[in-house]
């Protein structure tokens, strides 16, 4: 009977979602393990070397991150995670720098979501629960599709026999897209991971895209990046007779 109530427990532990929440202020910590406990299983660190090393070591459903850290700030752990972690989990930053410029510093590091301090202890589990819902990005040197390899590490994009560089924002729309090629990614999608939730105009979006079209056509490669009007953009390979 013992072995089966801890059989059980351990299963009904495995359900639960672990998530390592990373900060310095032991009355955030409390008051956040006082909240949420009863529903995940939580990993604490106070600075950012040990947060690194936790977030490293263990599959984690969500990386709650602090920007302001003893040792390692949170922009350097993210940058770091996300080099160095062979599966990823969403991250969501703390902060209580606000501006729409620090929000982009904190997009650009690797950050899926932020929440800005004071915060409802609610709404952090609003957030926890649909960042779980992503899919984890799988790490790798270089992306492949057809006869297109993207480098992440330097944001470059090549066919074989020439490349190009492309910036940030060109970067992270066509990570998304050989991630998912030749799946369609939502506009929305792609508009949140480069501005978050203060995303500009439409147009903004379509200006990347039209770029990130112009470098792959002086590649000349036979993948092209799609309008789906009711999906969003894809990137497919076409056929030589098309």
């Not at 939580?42 to 070591?57: T, V």
């Not at 650009?108 to 990005?137: M, N, Q, S, V």
């Not at 270089?142 to 910036?167: H, Q």
Request: net charge negative; glycine share 4%; charged share 30%.
């Amino acid at each position: 009977m013992a072995c089966a109530s801890l059989r059980n427990q351990i299963l009904e532990m495995d359900k639960l979602m672990r998530v390592l929440v990373v900060e310095d202020n032991l009355d955030i910590q409390a008051n956040i393990a006082e909240f949420l406990e009863p529903e995940y299983i939580l990993d604490f660190a106070y600075n950012g070397d040990h947060g690194l090393e936790l977030a490293l070591a263990n599959d984690y459903d969500v990386i709650v991150l602090d920007l302001m850290l003893p040792r390692r700030d949170g922009i350097d752990l993210c940058k770091a995670y996300k080099n160095e972690a062979n599966l990823q989990a969403p991250i969501l930053m703390l902060t209580a720098r606000d501006t729409l410029e620090d929000k982009e510093v904190g997009f650009a590091a690797g950050a899926d979501d932020y929440l800005t301090k004071p915060f409802a202890l609610r709404e952090l589990k609003i957030r926890i629960d649909a960042l779980a819902k992503r899919p984890k990005i799988k790490n790798a040197s270089s992306l492949r599709y057809g006869e297109l390899m993207f480098d992440p590490t330097d944001n470059i994009v090549s066919n074989g026999s020439s490349s190009r560089p492309l910036n940030n924002k060109e970067a992270i729309i066509f990570r998304l897209l050989i991630e998912a090629a030749p799946n369609a990614i939502s506009s929305e999608t792609i508009a949140y991971k480069i501005w978050g939730e203060d995303p500009p105009n439409s147009g903004a979006l379509r200006t990347h895209v039209y770029n990130l079209r112009k470098i792959l056509s002086s590649l000349e490669t036979c993948c092209k990046i799609e309008t789906d009007r009711s999906r969003g953009y894809r990137l497919k390979e076409s056929s030589s007779d098309e």
